[in-house]
């Protein structure tokens, strides 16, 4: 069996890719962890992150309302539901450009027109470099995270920057 290095994922021995993640495996070479930030971030699942609880809203709700909660809470998105599932993330990107300076006529639009579809989730146990994979691949700042299925929270590149800067503050005090 060959452990996936981002997502640590048991794969069978010769496969190309991993098949929870899909990352490439044939050829990949991964250096050993140098320092015990490495060493943390390669072996430290995303809960060590301590995922926020995300803030949700349903399809319908109009832009300006989304807005408004978004500065209220002190949070860069929010997970769009119908019907109880989640359809969709709404961050300050799709703020900025899908309203950009036409937010106050768009404002009573539905905020499912300037949402990002089908978001990607990762699992609660996914290790943090995993995450920080698919945040650089996949172009985002933030990632709603799965517990059993349900979304359980959300996590940003703050919060892994967080984390790192935590543990350079340790390293230095030892």
Do not use: W
């Not at 929870?20 to 971030?41: F, H, M, N, Q, W």
């Amino acid at each position: 069996m060959i452990e996936c290095p981002f997502c640590g994922h048991e794969n069978i021995e010769g496969v190309d890719s991993c098949a929870e993640c899909g990352v490439s495996l044939s050829g990949l070479s991964i250096p050993a962890p140098k320092t015990d930030i490495e060493r943390s971030v390669l072996r430290d699942p995303i809960a060590a992150l301590g995922p926020r609880e995300p803030l949700q809203v349903e399809a319908d709700a109009p832009v300006s309302m989304v807005l408004k909660l978004l500065v209220a809470h002190r949070v860069g998105c929010a997970i769009v539901m119908n019907k109880g599932q989640a359809v969709g993330i709404f961050t300050e990107r799709d703020a900025m450009i899908r309203l950009g300076p036409r937010a106050k006529e768009l404002s009573a639009e539905p905020i499912s027109r300037f949402m990002t579809p089908n978001p990607e989730m990762l699992d609660v146990d996914n290790k943090i470099a995993f995450a920080l994979q698919r945040m650089d691949a996949g172009g985002f700042r933030h990632i709603p995270i799965l517990d059993g299925g349900v979304i359980i929270g959300i996590v940003s590149v703050r919060d892994v920057l967080r984390y790192v800067s935590d543990k350079l503050v340790a390293a230095e005090a030892t």
